[in-house]
């Protein structure tokens, strides 16, 4: 491999060196290692997606690794509306707008209230501020399961517990030291000169923040949106525990449809509303594109 | 003084009500709940460590705990050595690396509940691989590790693997691109074999970000609740409980707060046991 001199005449000559490319054969094994890594990765999807399309007759004859003969949605409609847990037959659909009246909110009131606990602590930066800070971090490593009790009997005493609101709010409160610290990282970036010069002018902190910093946040709001979306849809335990009845998240449902002991497995039903409860955040990924590996190094940025 | 900074003190108020009354102040109530003789609801007549002694007698929380310390090490050490692997291999100029970044990264988007779901029916022996494979003619393939007490903790590794190891992939790409392109060069005039360069010089340049995928890692293998509910339900048996389901079912089935309180706390001390280098190296760096 020849480095091949940029500029001819210039003083300072840049030289280009390729990646060093291995031998052949070293390129074909990293390409069948590849290969197989994307199968191992794609599978499940794929399985779970081949069999929701498939009609009870096709299970019965097939395994689940035959494709189906024709895109038949009626599993998809069966999980949707009349699919049983063993005490209802209802389906996933009351379940899905659940999970979507406890995510829209939880998404919009956790950033906020993240983005200026990290605002706030990136203007004021002292011994005090910097005990919070840490407080915050480590607070990010409890299990739930040490705060899950006691958290139960505050709900229940304020009225909370079991409510839309509650599970809410906790999703507000699990989400804070993520959030804070995500935003703290990213207003600390900003040169200080900025909100100096804007306090010149009389503009006070609520101004800077709404008209100046968050405009300015435009990435890392949508990193944050990523972040909060998937991770309150995905949500299993603090739904299962703090929503109540009446407003159970999607996750919490299909687990429930398809782990119920009564009744004749049916794994087209099963699959459809395992990928139906999938498809939002997938398609947050899908859609997202290179915001979502941000958000993954943001997230490591934070411990 | 105090007027300085007045609109965000003020601001942090209620964060800071949230982070004492939430975080810290909910430890300290479980910590007490631990200490005394509880079992639907709090008594709080002070008791001892007596909980400590009872839980520490129950085979099923050695089972747990036994489980959380496989289960994590095989899961940590699965996902850093495929994710490292896979981000290695993508960074030696791979044609549709978009590709196969999509597929890598796509399980991270995926609920446990989700993950689990779809593993339980790919490892169920009589709908998944052992099906298959036995459809095809080989009738002794047996491949049943889900119905196995002894290996069915290494199929929850399995699938937790397949969701997590992306983020690693993620991390550790971000931190090969980063390498300062001299490194490389310098290593092939030396004549140092690829391979020999990654192990050898490039990954102990990103050690920092091996140290962040474990602690993430750890987090979540000491989280990890509806993985095991999604996938085996805690079975066969007991044999694939862990701490996270122990403490649950305690709390909210079996109406013994305080035996799932003690539990909750030892939880945290492995956290705090696990994290306390990290945050010794992170305070020694903040100080300097």
């Not at chain 1, 910093?213 to 998937?230: E, H």
């Not at chain 2, 029916?121 to 709908?127: A, D, G, I, R």
């Not at chain 2, 140290?211 to 993985?227: E, F, G, P, R």
């Amino acid at each position: 491999m020849t480095a091949t001199p940029l500029a001819q005449s210039g003083a300072p000559v840049i030289y280009v060196v390729p990646r060093a490319k291995s031998a052949k054969p070293g390129r074909a094994i990293l390409y069948v290692i590849l290969s197989v890594a994307l199968v191992y990765y794609a599978i499940p999807l794929l399985l779970v997606i081949s069999t929701s399309l498939k009609t009870t007759d096709e299970l019965r004859t097939g395994n689940i690794f035959t494709l189906p003969q024709s895109l038949n949605f009626d599993a998809w409609s069966k999980a949707w509306m009349t699919a049983c847990t063993g005490i209802e037959c209802n389906g996933i659909h009351g379940n899905f707008w659940n999970s979507v009246e406890i995510v829209v909110p939880g998404v919009v009131f956790s950033i906020l209230f993240g983005a200026l606990t990290g605002f706030a602590l990136s203007q004021w930066q002292s011994k005090l501020s910097r005990v919070i800070l840490l407080s915050l971090m480590l607070g990010a490593f409890i299990p739930y399961q040490v705060i899950l009790y006691p958290m139960v009997r505050i709900f229940s005493s304020i009225g909370l517990y079991g409510t839309l609101p509650g599970i809410i709010l906790i999703h507000i409160i699990f989400g804070l030291p993520y959030m804070a610290l995500l935003f703290f990282n990213f207003y600390q970036g900003v040169p200080p000169e900025l909100s100096k010069a804007a306090k010149m002018d009389g503009a006070g902190f609520f101004t800077i923040f709404f008209e100046i910093m968050l405009p300015m946040s435009v990435n890392v709001l949508v990193v944050a949106i990523i972040m909060q979306a998937t991770g309150i849809w995905n949500d299993f335990l603090l739904g299962l525990i703090f929503a109540g009845r009446d407003h159970l998240p999607i996750t919490v449902q299909l687990n429930n449809i398809v782990n119920t002991t009564t009744g004749v497995k049916e794994y087209n039903v099963n699959m459809a509303a395992t990928f139906l409860t999938a498809l939002p955040p997938l398609l947050i990924y899908i859609l997202s594109g290179r915001y979502f590996a941000r958000g993954l190094a943001a997230g490591a940025v934070k411990g | 003084m105090f007027k300085k900074n007045l609109a965000a003190k003020l601001t942090l108020v209620p964060s800071t009500v949230v982070i004492a009354v939430c975080f810290y102040g909910t430890i300290l109530w479980t910590l007490y709940i631990s200490l005394t003789h509880s079992t639907m609801l709090p008594n709080y007549k002070f008791y001892g460590f007596s909980q400590y002694a009872t839980l520490l007698s129950m085979p099923r929380w050695h089972t747990a705990f036994a489980n959380m310390l496989i289960f994590g090490s095989l899961f940590i050490a699965g996902s850093l050595v495929i994710g490292t692997t896979l981000a290695a291999l993508l960074d030696r100029n791979v044609k549709a690396e978009g590709l196969f970044r999509v597929f890598f990264l796509y399980p991270l988007s995926m609920s446990f509940v989700v993950t689990g779901l779809a593993w339980q029916w790919l490892l169920n022996p009589t709908t998944g691989i052992e099906a298959l494979v036995r459809s095809l003619g080989w009738q002794d393939f047996s491949f049943n590790w889900l119905a196995s007490p002894e290996k069915a903790i290494y199929a929850v590794s399995i699938a937790a693997i397949w969701q997590s190891s992306g983020l690693v992939m993620a991390i550790m790409l971000a931190g090969l691109r980063g390498i300062d392109g001299d490194i490389w060069k310098a290593a092939k005039i030396d004549g140092i074999p690829v391979w020999r360069s990654y192990i050898s010089i490039v990954l102990p340049m990103l050690r920092p970000l091996v140290l962040t995928c474990v602690i993430l890692l750890a987090t979540a293998v000491v989280k990890s609740y509806d993985l095991v509910v999604a996938m085996t339900g805690g079975g066969p048996g007991i044999s694939t409980d862990v701490p996270g389901k122990f403490v649950v079912d305690l709390l909210f089935q079996r109406a013994n707060i305080s035996t799932a309180a003690a539990a909750a706390i030892l939880m945290l001390v492995t956290v705090i046991c696990a994290l306390s280098p990290y945050v010794y190296i992170e305070l020694k760096r903040q100080k300097r």
